[in-house]
Structure formats: C-alpha cells, structure tokens
C-alpha cells in the first residue's frame, strides 16, 4: 500500500472556519481512513504549533503532511517543510533603508515531503488558484495516490511588531499597505459570518480611518516605484481576501511573482474599484499598474507611518521588507 499512497500526518486547526473544523471532525476522520491506508493526526493548540508539528513529522519520516484549516493554518504548515532561516544570515539592510536577500536557499526538512490541504478556513484563498473547489469528500478523495505538482515557495524578510528581523516562506500572497490593516481587523473579530462578509466588514473598518503612504519600491534591483500607495501585492497565487482576483494569470510555478501596486487611489476611487476586485477587474484602473519581478524590496519614505504586512492572512510586521522567490521549491498533492 505504501507504493500507491503517501505516509500521511494531518495538522488540523480545530479553531479554523470559525469552528468548522472541530464540528465536522468526526466526519472528516472517517473519510481520511476511508482513502489513507496509513495516517496519524494532531491538533494545533496555539499559533506557530503546526510549523513544530510539521518538522516534527516530517523528521519521523512522514511522507506527506496534510493541513485542515484556513490560508494561515497552511502557511504555517509550509514553514514547517524547512528549516528557520536565520534572518542575519538571510538579509542585510542597505545605506538607502531597503533590506535585501543575501541569496540563501531554503533547507528542506525532507526534499520529498508532499504538502496536502483540506481548506475549512475563513479564506480559502489558495485552494481558489489551485482548483481545489469541490466538497469534503472530493477534497480529501484527492489525497489519494503519488501525483505531486513542483510549485513555487515565497520568501519575505521584514521587521516583526517587536523591531526584530525575521523571514516566513509562503505559497500564496504576502502583500503590505491596506492589505495588513484588513487582517488586523478581520484577525480580531469572530469569523462565524464567513470569509468575504468577515472580510468586506475589515475593508469597510480599515478604510475608515486609512491614509495612502509614501513607500519607495525596487523590482529586481531594476525598476523604481516611488509615491503615495494604498497596497502593495506580492502575488504567488491568484487570489486574497476570500475571493477577490487580485492577480489574474499569476502562475504558482513561472519563477516569478506578479507584482499588483494599487497607488495614491482617492477614497472614492478606492470604493468604486472595491467590487471590481472580485473579477478581476480593478487592473483597468490607471492608478493600479502591475509587474513581473523575482524580488522586490520596499522601503517607508517616512518612518512614523505605517505599512503592515500580509502574509497569508496574518499580519506580522511592518516595513521595510524584501519578497523573493525559490522556483520549484515544494511539492504538493494534486
């Protein structure tokens, strides 16, 4: 049996989906032992505990880790597929105020390991890129078998909330601006509405009292972006936010990112281009331009403002950062 199928541990956010997944557990237990002949579980009790459980499993030689939860579950899972990078060994902070990679490569716990999803989560962003839409069933039926897919890991440096360097891997989007405002919101509240009224209602909350920040940009060392700007996207996958496009035809394994600025965009602009989002027809606009880039780097031109991150749906710093990009640097399960 270990030839036709993977070796499998699932980290499962019983919190994720505003409960979902704690509710639909038992059901969700008999289905993985109905298509995974060899399985073992656990569940996370706090955050950054599926990144321990994921090295964890992968050093006692589980062949694929499974995530159940939402984009924030997954994103920690995926860090546990490495090693921590040590961020003074990873970036250094040039004269100008940018950080910048020194070039390191990731360091797999195991270069085999296979990521799997179940998404229960608020967001459900990833899944949306992949193709992943269909039910409980299907989504876990999908687990069975050995065809991976190679996709592309992100990688941002930036300063947590406490002024310290550090990095986070991540497969779908890591944006900063008004992006980080929304998961401050949306992180605080209860997710029982679902994902886009969750996240509608932190739009609606950070617009309120949002100012548009000078940020200067560098897309591969090349290519400078420089004024007032509302968000700045770094996109792997296609989409954020539960659902809104805001990258058409990013590829998760091309070796590049699609870079989306929204720049010095009015309040009134920014409300009449919101719904837009959801098709993907927000790059219309003039004040939004997009690009194509490995690394970008971007700096605040003033320092008493702020422009949080989004890494997956969580918010953990501020600029300066820098995003570059590991081409085929893990596998997933089709």
Same mark, same amino acid.
């Given at each position: 049996?270990?030839?036709?199928?993977?070796?499998?541990?699932?980290?499962?956010?019983?919190?994720?989906?505003?409960?979902?997944?704690?509710?639909?557990?038992?059901?969700?237990?008999?289905?993985?032992?109905?298509?995974?002949?060899?399985?073992?579980?656990?569940?996370?009790?706090?955050?950054?505990?599926?990144?321990?459980?994921?090295?964890?499993? =992968?050093?006692? #030689?589980?062949?694929?880790?499974?995530? $159940? @939860?939402?984009? +924030?579950? /997954?994103? !920690?899972?995926?860090?546990?597929?490495?090693?921590?990078?040590?961020?003074?060994?990873?970036?250094?902070?040039?004269?100008?105020?940018?950080?910048?990679?020194?070039?390191?490569?990731?360091?797999?716990?195991?270069?085999?390991?296979?990521?799997?999803?179940?998404? =229960?989560?608020? #967001?459900?962003?990833?899944?949306?890129? $992949? @193709?992943?839409? +269909?039910? /409980?069933? !299907?989504?876990?039926?999908?687990?069975?078998?050995?065809?991976?897919?190679?996709?592309?890991?992100?990688?941002?440096?930036?300063?947590?909330?406490?002024?310290?360097?550090?990095?986070?891997?991540?497969?779908?989007?890591?944006?900063?601006?008004?992006?980080?405002?929304?998961?401050?919101?949306?992180?605080?509240?209860?997710?029982?509405?679902?994902?886009?009224?969750?996240?509608?209602?932190?739009?609606?909350?950070?617009?309120?009292?949002?100012?548009?920040?000078?940020?200067?940009?560098?897309?591969?060392?090349?290519?400078?972006?420089?004024?007032?700007?509302?968000?700045?996207?770094?996109?792997?996958?296609?989409?954020?936010?539960?659902?809104?496009?805001?990258?058409?035809?990013?590829?998760?394994?091309?070796?590049?990112?699609?870079?989306?600025?929204?720049?010095?965009?009015?309040?009134?602009?920014?409300?009449?281009?919101?719904?837009?989002?959801?098709?993907?027809?927000?790059?219309?606009?003039?004040?939004?331009?997009?690009?194509?880039?490995?690394?970008?780097?971007?700096?605040?031109?003033?320092?008493?403002?702020?422009?949080?991150?989004?890494?997956?749906?969580?918010?953990?710093?501020?600029?300066?950062?820098?995003?570059?990009?590991?081409?085929?640097?893990?596998?997933?399960?089709?």
């Amino acid at each position: 049996m270990s030839d036709l199928h993977y070796r499998t541990f699932v980290i499962a956010n019983p919190s994720a989906g505003a409960g979902t997944v704690k509710e639909e557990w038992p059901l969700i237990e008999r289905l993985l032992r109905a298509n995974l002949p060899e399985f073992d579980y656990a569940f996370t009790e706090g955050p950054a505990h599926a990144t321990l459980m994921a090295r964890e499993a =992968l050093r006692a #030689g589980w062949e694929m880790i499974v995530s $159940i @939860g939402g984009d +924030g579950t /997954l994103n !920690e899972v995926v860090n546990g597929f490495f090693e921590t990078p040590d961020p003074d060994d990873t970036y250094h902070l040039g004269e100008l105020g940018f950080l910048h990679p020194k070039g390191l490569e990731p360091v797999p716990i195991n270069p085999d390991a296979v990521l799997g999803m179940i998404p =229960l989560g608020t #967001g459900g962003d990833f899944r949306r890129t $992949i @193709g992943l839409m +269909g039910d /409980l069933a !299907e989504t876990i039926d999908h687990l069975q078998g050995r065809a991976t897919r190679e996709i592309d890991l992100g990688q941002v440096g930036f300063f947590d909330h406490s002024g310290r360097l550090t990095s986070r891997y991540f497969i779908n989007i890591a944006a900063a601006g008004i992006s980080g405002a929304v998961d401050h919101h949306v992180n605080k509240t209860w997710k029982g509405l679902g994902g886009t009224a969750s996240f509608v209602w932190g739009t609606t909350r950070a617009f309120a009292t949002w100012k548009n920040i000078p940020v200067e940009v560098l897309l591969d060392e090349t290519t400078e972006l420089r004024g007032p700007m509302q968000n700045l996207v770094v996109a792997n996958g296609e989409y954020f936010g539960a659902g809104m496009w805001i990258a058409p035809g990013a590829q998760i394994d091309d070796g590049h990112f699609q870079v989306v600025v929204m720049h010095d965009l009015s309040r009134k602009e920014s409300l009449r281009i919101f719904p837009k989002i959801y098709s993907g027809k927000h790059l219309s606009s003039r004040d939004i331009t997009r690009h194509r880039a490995k690394t970008i780097a971007a700096r605040k031109i003033e320092e008493d403002t702020q422009f949080l991150l989004d890494v997956d749906g969580e918010a953990p710093g501020d600029l300066p950062a820098t995003w570059h990009i590991h081409p085929g640097a893990l596998r997933i399960k089709l």
